[in-house]
């Protein structure tokens, strides 16, 4: 029978991850912590349950009102390692702890083997009377996006180019500063370490005439 001790309660804290080099193998500190349930305790044992194991199985014991373990675990990426926790006197065991678990890393991201895809639903709104919001649709394996502008003048007929790199992941973009009474065309490509993938189609937009009154 488990009597006499109480419950503790299990908690778990992630450390430093550390790969090997052109291994699958990954390794991973972690520290267990837990609450001193017991005033009768004469230590606490400590049970785990790896990927390759049918159950929980013994792996330490420690003395009585210590709240912490610290230990490194090894696997393959992604691999779930469980912990429990009980305390223990001469007369019994307490039953055990909730369990915590610790998933170790997935594996690196490979490198792109090809340019990304064109951004899709690239379009533009007014946000204020001088400023425009450029939004897209985020695309896989971008590291990054390059927006082209194009002003157009309607009293002298010029076009204006302007390039604007920005950050991975990012789909939206507002251009502020904007002169009143011209027309703004914007396109977006995605870029990454191997190329640029096409341009969208532009988008255009008008600002609003000068206020007079």
């Known amino acids: ?16 991850v550390a790969t090997a080099a052109f291994s699958a193998q990954v390794q991973s500190s972690a520290t267990l912590t837990w609450r001193d349930n017991s005033n009768n305790e004469e230590g606490f ?14 792996i330490d014991t420690v003395g009585p009102n210590i709240t912490q373990y610290k230990l490194t675990l090894s696997g393959d990426y992604g691999d779930m390692f469980c912990f429990r926790v009980f305390a223990f006197n001469a007369a019994a065991d307490s039953f055990d702890s ?16 090809s340019a990304p895809s064109t951004p899709s639903g690239l379009h533009s709104t007014f946000v204020s009377t001088g400023s425009i919001g450029v ?4 695309v896989p394996d971008e590291t990054q996006y390059f927006l082209e502008r194009r002003l157009i003048n309607p009293m ?3 076009i204006t180019e302007m390039g604007i790199v920005l950050a991975a992941d990012q789909t939206s973009f507002t251009d502020q ?6 027309t703004y065309c914007y396109r977006i490509a995605a870029a990454n370490n191997v190329g640029l993938s096409p341009f969208t189609e532009s988008v255009c937009i008008e600002t609003p005439p000068q206020d007079n009154s």
């Open 135 to 138: 939004a897209w649709e985020d």
């Open 156 to 158: 002298a007929m010029d």
């Open 98 to 113: 909730n369990i915590a678990c610790k998933t170790l890393p997935e594996g690196p991201s490979l490198p792109a083997l």
């Open 177 to 182: 500063d904007l002169k009143r009474s011209h």
């Open 45 to 58: 044992g400590i049970e785990m349950l790896s990927p390759a194991a049918p159950d929980f199985t013994g």
């Open 1 to 16: 029978m488990k009597i006499f001790l109480c419950v503790p309660c299990i908690f778990i804290l992630c450390g430093i």
